[in-house]
C-alpha cells in the first residue's frame, strides 16, 4: 500500500471529523464548515463525506485537506501523525483491508450523482420559489414559481432518504432513480433551466447595448 491508500484504509471519515472538531449527529450529519451553513448538510458516511448544500465532497485525505488548506500529501502525512499511523508499517484494519468490490463502488458513485443533482435541483427550486414568487393576488404565478412550489418537498424527501436513510433504502432509491431515468430527467431539466436563463440573459445585455 502507498501513503494515501495506508491512510484511507486506516481511519474513517467519522473518526477524522470528530479528530478536528466535528460532532456529528445521530444521523452522521454535521454543520458544513465549507459554507455558511445553519442546519447540518455535510453527511459523513464511512468513507466520504457529501454536503448537498454546497456539494463538498470527498474523502479523508480530502477532508483534511479543506479544512487545514493542505496539499493531499501534506494531508495525508498530517493524519499519519494525528492518528499515529505507520506508512512503513500499515495497521492491521489497513492491512486486512478488503478490496472494494465493483458493484459497491458503482452504487457509491451512483449514490454520489443522484445526490449531486438533487442537491442542484433542490437550489434552483429554491431560488425560484423566492425570485419568481407573484407580488400580487391576482398577478398569474410563474411556471418556475409553480414547480418550484410543486416539486421542492418530494426532492427533499428524496435527498434526506439519502442522506439519513438505512443502506436498503438508499440502494432502492437509487436503483429506481437511475433505472426510470428519473435522475438524468431531472438533471437535464437543471441544465436546461440554467442554458435558458443563461440565453435570457444575453438578449437583455444585448437589446441594452442597442
Given at each position: 500500500m502507498n501513503l494515501?491508500?495506508?491512510?484511507?484504509?486506516?481511519?474513517?471519515?467519522?473518526?477524522?471529523?470528530?479528530?478536528?472538531?466535528?460532532?456529528?449527529?445521530?444521523?452522521?450529519?454535521?454543520?458544513?464548515?465549507?459554507?455558511?451553513?445553519?442546519?447540518?448538510s455535510l453527511k459523513l458516511n464511512e468513507d466520504y463525506f457529501y454536503c448537498f448544500g454546497c456539494g463538498a465532497t470527498g474523502d479523508v485525505i480530502d477532508l483534511t485537506g479543506r479544512l487545514f488548506v493542505l496539499s493531499p500529501y501534506e494531508a495525508a502525512r498530517k493524519l499519519t501523525v494525528d492518528f499515529g499511523i505507520d506508512p512503513d508499517k500499515p495497521s492491521p484494519a489497513a492491512a486486512l483491508a478488503k478490496p472494494k468490490h465493483p458493484m459497491i463502488s458503482a452504487f457509491r458513485d451512483d449514490e454520489r450523482y443522484c445526490q449531486r443533482v438533487l442537491c442542484d435541483y433542490m437550489h434552483l427550486l429554491e431560488d425560484w420559489k423566492v425570485r419568481f414568487a407573484p407580488v400580487s393576488m391576482g398577478e398569474e404565478p410563474d411556471d418556475r414559481f409553480v414547480e418550484a412550489c410543486q416539486m421542492f418537498s418530494y426532492i427533499e424527501y428524496l435527498a434526506d432518504l439519502l442522506a439519513v436513510g438505512d443502506l436498503e433504502q438508499r440502494k432502492t432509491l437509487v436503483t429506481e432513480l437511475i433505472k426510470d431515468g428519473k435522475i438524468t430527467g431531472l438533471e437535464d431539466r437543471v441544465i436546461r433551466a440554467y442554458e435558458e436563463e443563461r440565453r435570457a440573459k444575453n438578449a437583455e445585455e444585448i437589446n441594452a447595448a442597442s
Amino acid at each position: 500500500m502507498n501513503l494515501f491508500e495506508t491512510v484511507k484504509a486506516s481511519v474513517s471519515v467519522p473518526d477524522v471529523a470528530k479528530m478536528y472538531g466535528l460532532q456529528p449527529n445521530h444521523h452522521d450529519m454535521v454543520r458544513c464548515p465549507f459554507h455558511d451553513d445553519r442546519h447540518p448538510s455535510l453527511k459523513l458516511n464511512e468513507d466520504y463525506f457529501y454536503c448537498f448544500g454546497c456539494g463538498a465532497t470527498g474523502d479523508v485525505i480530502d477532508l483534511t485537506g479543506r479544512l487545514f488548506v493542505l496539499s493531499p500529501y501534506e494531508a495525508a502525512r498530517k493524519l499519519t501523525v494525528d492518528f499515529g499511523i505507520d506508512p512503513d508499517k500499515p495497521s492491521p484494519a489497513a492491512a486486512l483491508a478488503k478490496p472494494k468490490h465493483p458493484m459497491i463502488s458503482a452504487f457509491r458513485d451512483d449514490e454520489r450523482y443522484c445526490q449531486r443533482v438533487l442537491c442542484d435541483y433542490m437550489h434552483l427550486l429554491e431560488d425560484w420559489k423566492v425570485r419568481f414568487a407573484p407580488v400580487s393576488m391576482g398577478e398569474e404565478p410563474d411556471d418556475r414559481f409553480v414547480e418550484a412550489c410543486q416539486m421542492f418537498s418530494y426532492i427533499e424527501y428524496l435527498a434526506d432518504l439519502l442522506a439519513v436513510g438505512d443502506l436498503e433504502q438508499r440502494k432502492t432509491l437509487v436503483t429506481e432513480l437511475i433505472k426510470d431515468g428519473k435522475i438524468t430527467g431531472l438533471e437535464d431539466r437543471v441544465i436546461r433551466a440554467y442554458e435558458e436563463e443563461r440565453r435570457a440573459k444575453n438578449a437583455e445585455e444585448i437589446n441594452a447595448a442597442s
